[in-house]
């Protein structure tokens, strides 16, 4: 049996300033040590100041995932002496976490979240050899400071597999709330894990970062600690490029690092109308939207699932289910629109494409303009660069061969063309009667619906 606990390190990106100071969120080209003040970096007589809009973030998200609030704020110093943190202790919250008790549905099953609290993030070490390898490490403080929130679940993943669905389903929230950009950073986890044939003995990974990068970590470090004689408990790392896991150091545990109350920051009381004001803010989300879409819109509930879980995704499709009809839109949305930005390597920010292409488009197959194989071409063409379907489609003469004695002949000649493939039908060879169906649609180019032109070759093979 396993039993896994993720601690989910979220940085709440869309605010101006760092968590307790006035310095401005860093970027990516920022020369090292050039965003920091002496607040960042502890310099005596500096003081702390909550940044408010932090607080009402993290209050936003531990609502949505059904967190109960405490009464009232209260940060803590954790104490460690380590050369990310230059005052020798990181502000979180440990005695009273800003929420308890919240769970995320991952299929049919509640995982269950212990707390949910604010911190300010430590700063970067740069190893220039890599880890393990460098003589000497690199501190980077611009990063420190950062608002964090971390959410920690119980030990009640039962698998690699779970503990990547749930990660899913948390970045599907933050999406919806607006509290975070993935463009800037990415969720970092540290992962707890034990199995039944180690004991139990509980081994952590730092710093994973990546959905899939965390199931590959589990993976890994379930099948080491099977085969290990003696599983010890510690805390280790993950190495992305060796695909392994190494010792770091023994694990700590919560009495080594000395929490204490810091004074230097008030409590902050949670009164009802603050907290009602941040539930007003809180948008629609995925498994609400769900029970919408099936009851509204008659989605089959896999359709809605999918569509609601990615919200750029999900207002798209409100968006053009206004014009066209709903399981239509759901159908190419889901499938086909999907399965381009696959192909093409891209995600729903990277379209370039709005809801008006897409009503142009499934309006002519909805009323059998175009067939849905040109309209899968069309689709193809417009995810590389976007254009009027409409001129399109009159420019080049694509429109839907609905004259069935027309059609008829074409197929009674692709028939009698292709006596070989009519034999091998005959014999049971369905990728026969395929080869012929692919001779009318080429011969068409692509105007002739696939289901009719099926139907009136199978009724000439069998008149013959």
């Not at 590959?216 to 080491?224: P, T």
């Not at 603050?274 to 359709?303: G, Q, T």
């Not at 207002?315 to 930005?341: D, G, I, S, T």
């Amino acid at each position: 049996m396993i039993k896994i606990g993720l601690e989910c390190h979220l940085y709440l990106n869309k605010l101006n300033t760092k968590l307790f100071c006035g310095c401005r969120l860093p970027k990516d080209n920022d020369l090292p040590n050039s965003v920091c003040c002496v607040t960042c970096l502890g310099h005596p007589g500096s003081k702390p100041v909550l940044n408010r809009k932090a607080l009402h973030h993290a209050m936003k998200l531990a609502l949505a995932i059904n967190c109960t609030l405490n009464n009232e704020v209260l940060f803590s110093r954790k104490t460690y002496f380590y050369p990310d943190m230059s005052k020798n202790y990181q502000i979180t919250q440990y005695e009273v976490p800003l929420g308890v008790d919240g769970y995320i549905i991952v299929g049919d099953k509640k995982i269950e979240i212990k707390r949910i609290h604010l911190e300010e993030d430590p700063a970067a070490l740069v190893h220039p050899n890599g880890l393990g390898k460098s003589a000497y490490v690199l501190v980077d403080y611009n990063r420190a400071g950062m608002p964090l929130c971390e959410i920690v679940t119980k030990p009640v993943i039962e698998s690699p597999e779970e503990a990547r669905e749930f990660l899913k389903k948390l970045i599907g929230v933050v999406n919806y709330l607006g509290v975070y950009d993935p463009d800037i950073s990415t969720v970092k986890v540290d992962a707890n894990i034990s199995i039944s044939e180690a004991d139990y003995t509980r081994v952590e990974i730092k710093n994973i970062s990546g959905f899939k990068e965390v199931e590959r970590a589990l993976n890994y470090e379930i099948q080491r600690q099977k085969i290990e004689k003696k599983v010890v408990p510690e805390t280790r790392a993950w190495d992305t490029e060796k695909g392994i896991t190494l010792a770091l150091r023994s694990k700590e545990t919560e009495e080594d690092y000395g929490y204490i109350t810091d004074t230097d920051l008030v409590r902050v009381e949670l009164g009802e109308d603050l907290i009602n004001s941040i539930k007003k803010e809180i948008p629609e989300l995925a498994h609400e939207r769900v029970k919408r879409y099936i009851s509204e819109f008659k989605l089959d509930k896999r359709d809605a699932e999918v569509i609601a879980s990615e919200h750029l995704l999900a207002v798209l499709f409100e968006k053009v289910a206004r014009e066209v009809n709903p399981v239509l839109a759901a159908r190419w949305l889901r499938r086909e629109l999907l399965r381009v930005l696959n192909y093409n390597s891209k995600e729903f920010k990277d379209l370039e494409i709005d809801e008006k292409h897409l009503i142009e488009l499934l309006n002519f197959v909805e009323t059998k303009k175009v067939t849905e194989d040109n309209a899968k071409r069309i689709l193809e063409k417009l995810i590389e660069k976007p254009f009027n379907v409409k001129e399109y489609v009159e420019k080049e003469g694509i429109k839907v061969l609905s004259n069935e004695a027309e059609l008829r002949k074409i197929c009674q000649s692709a028939v009698k063309e292709n006596q070989k493939a009519v034999e091998d039908y005959k014999k049971g060879g369905e990728k026969a009667l395929n080869y012929i169906i692919g001779q009318v649609m080429a011969r068409t180019k692509g105007a002739a619906d696939n289901k009719v032109v099926r139907k009136i070759i199978i009724d000439l093979i069998g008149g013959f």
